[in-house]
């Protein structure tokens, strides 16, 4: 199963892009990747996800390497709201289980 | 996307004692799934919910601990059982409607003491 690694934390001024990484060399060529942010006491809210191509929705646009071996999850313009621990996750492969890594926690700063 | 209603929100046990979280979703889904979140940590697979059949449980985690019900389409249970102190956690439901990527609940708040 792919697994995926981030920075453990991150700061962002407020209105700028907050751009998070997200490494997972080992994803096989069918396996989606996945953003969800988990904001304190809530559950965690999915964002994005993509195969191949590079996906773009009213939150968050999705950059995925022609290798697939790492991501980048934008926020165009980020928001004090916006402050939460992103998850980068690959679903395991064959089913629909979704393996956590530790999350990037991304401190939006006024 | 489903609506999840997860009950209780929070509770404070007694060791020893098991308490049941119910999962109740607004729609039929295809796939119910309960997760685990220790303190400051980041989501554990528990078990898959399987409607009508015994759950499908993740390595470390036992029936016997948490027995897991899925009565129908709509609706899960879960049952943290003998609890310790270590259990304390966050308990999340989480489901999977056709061709959607998975919806949580915000979860159940466990306090043992």
């Known amino acids: 199963d792919a697994k995926t690694t981030q920075p453990p934390s991150m700061d962002c001024a407020e209105g700028r892009a907050a751009n998070l990484p997200c490494n997972h060399s080992?994803?096989?060529?069918?396996?989606?990747v996945y953003w969800y942010r988990q904001i304190h006491s809530q559950g965690p809210q999915y964002i994005i996800h993509?195969?191949?191509n590079n996906e773009t929705n009213e939150m968050a646009s999705l950059i995925i390497t022609e290798d697939r071996k790492s991501s980048t999850l934008i926020l165009p313009h980020a928001t004090l709201r916006d402050t939460a621990v992103y998850y980068c996750i690959v679903r395991a492969s064959g089913t629909y289980k979704y393996i956590f890594g530790t999350g990037t926690r991304l401190k939006v700063l006024a | 996307s489903a609506v999840i209603s997860q009950k209780p929100s929070r509770d404070i046990c007694q060791r020893g004692t098991s308490l049941t979280i119910q999962c109740q979703v607004d729609s039929q889904v295809t796939m119910m799934f309960w997760y685990r979140q220790q303190p400051g940590q980041s989501l554990t697979l528990i078990a898959t919910a399987n409607q009508g059949s015994e759950a499908t449980y993740e390595s470390g985690f036992v029936i016997d601990k948490f027995p897991i019900s899925r009565p129908n389409l709509t609706f899960s249970t879960l049952t943290v059982s003998n609890m310790s102190p270590e259990d304390s956690s966050i308990y999340l439901c989480?489901?999977?409607?056709?061709?959607?990527?998975?919806?949580f609940g915000d979860g159940t708040r466990l306090s043992i003491l």
């Open positions: 080992t994803i096989s060529g069918n396996e989606y």
């Open positions: 989480s489901v999977r409607a056709q061709d959607q990527p998975q919806h």
């Open positions: 993509g195969l191949k």
